[in-house]
Structures are given as structure tokens and as C-alpha cells.
């Protein structure tokens, strides 16, 4: 084979593996970008449906501010920090973006932060949890609006111990994610009496969970942590189940959608704890948008589709506001302003950068409780917003304690 | 309890049982793949899709048409297969005169484009298949409870891995086959019809993947990406086991699956990368891999 066909055949690989190519905008538009797994795991949390959610926020506000265009450019991170960071310099020098919306995935939007850090354009972080985002990975750019790992744990870990769960055993997600996630739910696990008697570091992605089971019920411990999301989440329990795991260990889902709670189903989910920032059954305002959601996805929005369209809104609100797109005084209103919409209640951006509301501990419904379609969680609390995101730590230079 | 470097022995019994189950998987597949790579010389990167076909075709049976388990277990090889037949005849039979790389970006495009499409129509959260209730529950084992339906998957992997090494090694069939790989002009002066054995042998290939599919669906969610985290490790236990050997296919299946079981327990980071290394090592040890000839 000659050098020429070879290269010709790695040309190809290249183009095929390409992602959704990014429409080229004005120069005079306001450019919003989203910088998201589209095709991997996590696809369904945000992914397309949240494309479309920011889509219906921009036509809600009219499709322009300050009598400028508003366009959106959407590119697939392929889970890759790499891909991300560059995909995000290259929108910031050559097309104008003036707000990033970053979906899921810690790792790439702790390389993303970096970037906002550097082009000074503000990063709104939606699916990513690491809270480190707002601590020792903090910048003056990046909103985390959705939830992090710290208001997840408060929730789940705290009333999973409240209610007998004492001894935890984690089954963690090999990276920043599950690493922050099984730390923050380690430290109120002992805060409220329990203990913590070991975790296994499961490489993400793996085919089978079963061996990494049978170590955590071996530990003794009576609850099985899990430090995981997307597919490894719902592999993980179906294997917990089957090899009867879940008769001496309560599960307790320490980041779960409700995309999984669907494709598991009921009969497998029963029962479980998860916290989440939002629920499209809540009261009139979360069903009037989950109505209209749906009726373009087929599927009830997740959290995180719900919090893109409220990113999106409480921005370009920002922007009016401010009477310009310039970052830092967009920043200014926006850690000014008062989030009340279908997504959150007295929400409010602190200095680190949480966007603080009420977080919800939800309990799986059984088969039997749940009447209609999409019918899968009923409420166990409601955390405010001080409780859910703990006060500010002092990590965060910008943010003293 | 006894105990082997600190781990009891009732614990590495049970890795080496979860391990065999997965080796059960790796050996269905890279013997679909060293069927297609030794009697055609094509390296199918679209053996993860249509592994992935295969539990979709299952799961959509069963939803839709009120196919059960073990008729899945017939009707989706043979659906999948039938598509594989028009892969080989359509696109890929073009390709065989010219270098094997082709047919590797051929295939590798049609793994993108079946994936892309799975999850355009079902998403990529991905379905559960319920465990057929002949196979429900589990058994004591004494050092670990295994359910039923993880035995059984051993117990079919094995017979189909096993009846088709018989019968390519050891059947005048398998005789015409490897001799169309020799020499496909000489068998076809003789009157056999050898493009029909490509498509066939290529269509069987994608059978075992489907089969493999069907039996993984009540084990793991259904997803499009199913296929592509699991064809790269296949692809190492190819390689392991010597390009286009069945034997080899089948034993270093079975063998890393349980490699990668015990490395779960005493280093369960490295789990993901274990065959790798392996891989790295039998390429510089023993370059054709342990049952390929030189």
C-alpha cells in the first residue's frame, strides 16, 4: 500500500468522525454556543433535547436583544476535554461567542472553565456535577445551574442515613465526576453518624459491573453507593439486582436522570433516593414547559434540559439588562439577578458562581403508584437552596468564605 | 476461610465464574471476527454494530411483535444476518481485490451509520430486556450466588463457539471454505461457487455478532454505543489470539475474560486496560498471537 492511499484512508476515518458542523454566524449577532455530548452516554440528559430547549428559549425572548440576532452554535464534545477546550477557543476567536452553555461531563468543562478564564466569556455549566467547578476550578466566567455534587449528596446521602443507612460502600466513576461525587458524599455520610467502609474505582464505561458488586457486598456494608450516571448508573443497579445485591444493600442513586429512571423502568428503579434540581411534575408552570417539550421530543425534559432553557433566558435577561454583551458587566447583572421562572424559585448566582435554589429528594414510585406516563418520583423533601449547596467554602479565590 | 495472597478462595472462585461469563461474550465475538478476517480477509469494525443490531432486533421482537426469548435467539441472527448478506453483496464484495484497509473504513463507516441511526430512533439512555422467566432467579453456588441466566450464557457460548470450530475445522464444508481462502480461482475452476461461500461465511459472521447481542440484552441496557466499547477489546482478543484463528478466537476469549475478572479485584482501575497490555506483550513476544502461524 502507497503512502498516498493510506493518508487518503485516515482522511476519510477523519471526516466520517467529524461532528455536527457549527453554522456560521454575523458578526453583529449575539452568539450563544452549547458545547455538549450529543452521541455518547449522556446524550439523552441534555444532548438534543437540551439544543431544543435553548432553541424555545430564544424564540421566547423574541430571537434578538438589543435589536441584535440571537444564534446558537452546537458542537458534539465527544466527552473529551480536549475537544472541548479547543472547540471553545476556536468559537471565542473566530466567531464571536458571547456565552458557552456546557453540558455533561466534569472532565471537559473543568478543561472549558479554563478557557472562559482566558477569553473572559461566561461559561453556564448545566450537566457537569464536579463542584470543584466552583471551588478550586472557579473563575470569574463560569455559572453552575443546574446542581453539583455537593447538593447532591446533601440530599440523597443525608436522608439515606436519616433512614437507617449507615455503613456505605461506593462504587465510583473512574474520573473527576465520581472521585468529587463519592468525596462530598463520604463527608455527610460521617457528618450524620455513619461510616464509610470502602469504595471500588470502576473505569467509565466498563461492559460488566458484577465483579465490582460482589467486592461491595462483601465490604458488609448495608448501603451501595453510587457514584456513576448514564449507562454505568443504570448497568450498575440492573446488576445489583440480578445478583440479588439489593435484598442485604439499599441502593441510593447519588446522580440519576429521569431518561434512566425511563429506561430501566419502574419495576427495577422502586424504591430508590435521588436528588434532583428539578421535576417536570412539580406544578403547573414545570408541566406547562414539559407540555411543550415533549411535544417536540417525545420525552419528558431532565433537569438538565429544563435548566438549559433557563440558562438560556436568565442570560439574555442578563444582556438586557446590562444594555450590552460585554462579559464582565453581563456578569455583574447576572450575579445581581433573581432567577424566579418554570425552573427555579428565588434562585439567585452567588460570587463563587452556584446559581442557588431548592434542590428536590425524590423516592422512585412503585409500579402500582405511578398512574400515567413519565408518572416516576414523588417527593420525599424539598432542600432550600442554603441547605442543598452548603455555604461558600473559601476554595474559590474570587469567593471568600 | 482459606486464603490465595490475602484474597479466600470463595471470592476468587466467584471472579473467576463473572469472569468466564465475560470471556463468554469476548470469545462469541472475536470468533465472528476471526471466521470473517481468516476465511475473508476483511477486519469488520462493524462487528460491534451489528452485535448492537442484534439485541435491538431482540428487544424490538419482543415489543412490538410478540416474539419471545428463545424464538430472539433464532429470528435476530437470521434478520441481522440477512443485512449482512446485503453488506457483503452491495458494498463489500467490491472491495476484495483491493488492499484489506478498504474494507476496514468500508465497515468502520457502516458501524457509524447503523449506531447513528439506533440512536437518532431509540436515544442513546438505551432499554431493558427482561430475563426470560425460564431463566430467572439464581443459584447458590456455595461461594456465590450466580444468577441462572449468567450460567446459561456460558453454557451457549460455549456450545456455539465449540460447534463452530467443529465445523470449519472439521467438516468438508470448513474444508471448502478455508480452501476459497487459499485459493478461491483454483476452487472456483472446480466448480464452486465462491462469491456465494463469501457471502454466506460474511453472513454467518454477522450471525454469531447478533447472537452474541440477543444473549448480552437481558444482561446489560440495550444502547447503540453497546457494540463500540466492547468491539475494541474483542478486536485486542483477535489479535491475542492470532489473527484469523478460530481456536485462538475462542480460548484467549474465555482466557481474558477471566484475566480481566481477577484484575477487577486487585486493581480495578486497571480493568479497562488489562487486555491491552496483554495485547502489547504477545505482540512483541510472539507477533502472529499465540494460535496464529507465522
Known amino acids: 500500500m502507497n503512502i498516498s492511499k493510506t493518508a487518503l484512508g485516515v482522511a476519510m476515518l477523519c471526516a466520517t468522525m467529524a461532528g455536527p458542523q457549527a453554522v456560521l454566524a454575523a458578526d453583529s449577532d449575539v452568539v450563544i454556543g452549547d458545547i455538549d455530548d450529543l452521541s455518547g452516554t449522556y446524550a439523552d440528559v441534555m444532548g438534543a433535547g437540551g439544543q431544543e430547549s435553548i432553541k424555545m428559549a430564544i424564540a421566547d425572548f423574541g430571537g434578538t436583544v438589543l435589536g441584535r440576532k440571537i444564534s446558537l452554535l452546537v458542537t458534539d464534545h465527544q466527552n473529551k476535554p480536549d475537544i472541548g477546550a479547543s472547540k471553545f477557543r476556536e468559537w471565542a476567536d473566530q466567531n464571536g461567542l458571547d456565552m458557552l452553555i456546557g453540558g455533561s461531563n466534569s472532565g471537559v468543562n473543568i478543561a472549558m472553565a479554563k478557557v472562559a478564564a482566558a477569553k473572559k466569556i461566561p461559561l453556564i455549566v448545566i450537566g457537569a456535577a464536579g463542584s470543584s467547578l466552583t471551588n478550586e476550578d472557579c473563575t470569574a466566567y463560569t455559572v453552575h445551574y443546574v446542581y453539583d455534587t455537593t447538593s447532591l449528596a446533601n440530599g440523597t446521602a443525608a436522608t439515606m442515613v436519616k433512614n437507617g443507612g449507615k455503613t456505605w460502600f461506593y462504587l465510583t466513576a473512574d474520573y473527576a465526576f465520581g472521585t468529587q461525587l463519592q468525596n462530598a458524599a463520604s463527608k455527610v455520610v460521617e457528618a450524620n453518624g455513619g461510616k464509610n467502609i470502602g469504595a471500588v474505582r470502576v473505569p467509565l464505561g466498563a461492559s460488566d459491573f458484577s465483579s465490582f458488586l460482589l467486592q461491595a457486598q462483601g465490604s458488609g456494608a448495608n448501603v451501595l453507593g453510587l457514584a456513576n450516571a448514564g449507562g454505568d448508573f443504570s448497568n450498575s443497579l440492573k446488576s445489583a439486582i440480578e445478583f440479588g445485591i439489593t435484598k442485604t444493600m439499599k441502593p441510593a442513586a447519588l446522580l440519576a436522570f429521569i431518561n434512566n429512571i425511563h429506561s430501566l423502568g419502574l419495576e427495577t428503579a422502586q424504591g430508590l433516593y435521588l436528588t434532583t434540581g428539578w421535576y417536570w411534575d412539580l406544578n403547573d408552570k414545570t408541566r406547562a414547559f414539559a407540555k411543550r417539550y415533549f411535544a417536540k421530543m417525545n420525552a419528558e425534559p431532565s433537569m438538565d434540559q429544563a435548566g438549559a432553557y433557563s440558562a438560556t433566558m436568565t442570560y439574555l435577561n442578563a444582556v438586557k439588562a446590562a444594555g450590552t454583551t460585554d462579559s464582565d458587566k453581563v456578569m455583574a447583572e447576572l450575579k445581581k439577578a433573581k432567577i424566579n421562572d418554570m425552573f427555579a424559585t428565588g434562585g439567585y448566582i452567588r460570587a463563587d458562581g452556584v446559581m442557588v435554589h431548592d434542590m428536590y429528594v425524590m423516592q422512585v414510585k412503585t409500579p402500582q403508584e405511578s398512574k400515567y406516563p413519565w408518572d416516576y418520583y414523588k417527593v420525599v423533601k424539598i432542600m432550600n437552596g442554603e441547605e442543598a449547596f452548603g455555604p461558600i467554602t473559601g476554595l474559590c479565590a474570587i469567593a471568600p468564605k | ?294
Open chain 2, 1 to 294: 476461610m482459606t486464603e490465595i495472597f490475602g484474597v479466600p478462595v470463595a471470592v476468587i472462585l466467584g471472579q473467576l465464574m463473572l469472569g468466564l461469563v465475560n470471556g463468554a461474550f469476548y470469545a462469541m465475538l472475536s470468533l465472528g471476527l476471526a471466521v470473517i478476517f481468516g476465511l475473508m480477509g476483511v477486519v469488520n469494525f462493524a462487528h460491534g454494530a451489528f452485535y448492537a443490531l442484534g439485541s435491538f432486533a431482540a428487544l424490538l421482537g419482543l415489543q412490538f411483535l410478540g416474539v419471545n426469548y428463545w424464538m430472539g435467539l433464532v429470528l435476530a441472527p437470521l434478520a441481522v444476518g440477512l443485512l449482512g448478506i446485503a453488506v457483503e453483496r452491495l458494498l463489500l464484495r467490491h472491495l476484495y481485490k483491493i488492499n484489506a484497509l478498504y474494507g476496514l473504513l468500508l465497515t468502520f463507516g457502516v458501524a457509524l451509520i447503523v449506531e447513528g441511526c439506533l440512536q437518532e430512533f431509540f436515544g442513546s439512555s438505551g432499554q431493558s430486556y427482561p430475563v426470560p422467566a425460564q431463566l430467572a432467579g439464581a443459584v447458590n453456588l456455595g461461594f456465590m450466588i450466580l444468577p441462572k441466566y449468567r450460567a446459561w450464557v456460558i453454557v451457549a457460548s460455549i456450545t456455539v463457539c465449540f460447534s463452530t470450530w467443529f465445523l470449519i475445522e472439521r467438516t468438508r464444508l470448513g474444508a471448502t471454505l478455508r480452501a476459497a481462502r487459499e485459493n478461491g480461482p483454483l476452487l472456483q475452476a472446480f466448480g464452486v461457487n465462491v462469491p456465494l461461500l463469501m457471502t454466506l461465511t460474511y453472513g454467518g459472521g454477522i450471525a454469531l455478532a447478533a447472537l452474541a447481542g440477543v444473549l448480552a440484552a437481558p444482561v446489560i441496557l440495550v444502547t447503540p454505543q453497546m457494540g463500540s466499547s466492547l468491539v475494541t477489546v474483542v478486536f485486542a482478543v483477535v489479535v491475542i489470539g492470532g489473527m484469523g484463528s478460530i481456536l485462538g478466537a475462542i480460548v484467549s476469549g474465555l482466557g481474558l475474560g477471566v484475566i480481566e475478572g481477577f484484575t477487577k479485584v486487585i486493581y480495578p482501575e486497571a480493568s479497562n486496560i488489562v487486555v491491552y497490555v496483554i495485547m502489547a506483550l504477545v505482540l512483541i513476544l510472539r507477533p502472529a498471537g499465540l494460535f496464529g502461524k507465522d
